[in-house]
């Protein structure tokens, strides 16, 4: 993957670096996602299990409070003046975990540092948190790997892809905000309603 134009980041974030030590530092937008289901919760069986969301693994350029875009396939720049709140691994596991405790259906769900005496493990495999653009236009797209595991033992009890593609209405890092917020949305919510039906099922056959 060829990655262009990154002397000149280097050099931008030199430069900001300098600006801050003289008293000038470059102003930046920060941008933090809440999750929002794309529909009205349907409602379903509580279960009485626990689960742990694990810090998403993705490649290095993901792993960054930047957002990503890509003009082209293969080459990656970034949006100018605009981070995300976390670093995309992070922030995802964030919502993930919203989207489980708005369900309102889940005993216990944390992240790894919470202590939780788990059942069940979400190990996920991020492979799209990015703007693309394409023929037909700027896309949000996020695109991840679940895999369900039983916690004390490692086993994978179930796996799935999940994609989502969202419109980006304008060339401006908002437009790009509002597009990222609704496809993390609806991946979430499809991943909360997998992963309670696939627990369930685990349950059910031990």
Excluded at 4 to 13: F, N, W
Excluded at 142 to 155: E, H, P
Aim: some cysteine.
């Amino acid at each position: 993957m060829k990655i262009v134009r990154l002397p000149l980041l280097l050099a931008a974030l030199t430069l900001a670096g300098c600006a801050s030590l003289l008293g000038k530092p470059q102003p930046f937008t920060i941008y933090a996602p809440g999750y929002s289901p794309p529909t009205a919760p349907a409602g379903g069986e509580k279960v009485n299990w626990q689960l742990l969301v694990e810090t998403p693994q993705s490649s290095e350029t993901l792993n960054t409070p930047r957002i990503v875009v890509m003009p082209s396939p293969g080459v990656i720049e970034v949006y100018p003046g605009a981070r995300w709140s976390d670093p995309a691994p992070a922030l995802l596991r964030r919502l993930i975990v919203q989207g489980f405790e708005q369900s309102g259906r889940i005993l216990g769900v944390g992240s790894p540092t919470t202590g939780l005496n788990a059942d069940y493990a979400l190990a996920i495999d991020l492979h799209a948190f990015q703007g693309e653009v394409r023929a037909d236009g700027s896309h949000a797209v996020v695109a991840f790997q679940a895999r369900l595991l039983d916690y004390r033992s490692s086993r994978v009890l179930a796996s799935r892809a999940f994609n989502a593609d969202e419109p980006i209405a304008s060339k401006d890092s908002a437009a790009a905000f509002n597009a990222f917020q609704s496809a993390v949305s609806e991946s979430v919510a499809s991943l909360v309603e997998w992963t309670l039906q696939e627990g369930s099922a685990a349950q059910k056959s031990r």
